[in-house]
């Protein structure tokens, strides 16, 4: 198991005293809850895109990492994107760079 922090030390600790009470969601919770699950999942439209062959090898091994298809890893993305739920990756990420940038620059 990994290494709690102490929010949820507080919370594990109330639930093993049995302090914690389970509710049911309202029937407005619910049917936003389900309008909102229907909404994700809904596929209704294709569409095609032209990508770079690194930064679709790229995408693609992103993709594998989290353990689910690219197209998947790519419809996730804008959907996060659209709703405005995307945030900027930290300084401490590594990027993947196929050089593309620095060769169009070259002269």
């Given at each position: 198991?990994?290494?709690?922090?102490?929010?949820?030390?507080?919370?594990?600790?109330?639930?093993?005293?049995?302090?914690?009470?389970?509710?049911?969601?309202?029937?407005?919770?619910?049917?936003?809850?389900?309008?909102?699950?229907?909404?994700?999942?809904?596929?209704?439209?294709?569409?095609?895109?032209?990508?770079?062959?690194?930064?679709?090898?790229?995408?693609?091994?992103?993709?594998l990492?989290?353990?689910?298809?690219?197209?998947?890893?790519?419809?996730?993305?804008?959907?996060?994107?659209?709703?405005?739920?995307?945030?900027?990756?930290?300084?401490?990420?590594?990027f993947?760079?196929?050089?593309?940038?620095?060769?169009?620059?070259?002269?």
């Amino acid at each position: 198991m990994e290494k709690i922090d102490a929010f949820e030390k507080e919370i594990l600790d109330a639930y093993e005293k049995g302090e914690l009470k389970s509710t049911s969601p309202s029937k407005a919770k619910l049917a936003k809850f389900k309008a909102a699950a229907t909404a994700t999942f809904l596929k209704e439209k294709r569409i095609n895109i032209r990508l770079s062959t690194p930064d679709l090898m790229d995408i693609q091994a992103r993709a594998l990492e989290e353990g689910m298809p690219y197209q998947t890893l790519i419809a996730s993305v804008l959907h996060k994107f659209v709703s405005g739920r995307l945030v900027e990756p930290s300084p401490s990420l590594a990027f993947r760079s196929s050089g593309t940038r620095q060769k169009r620059r070259a002269p």
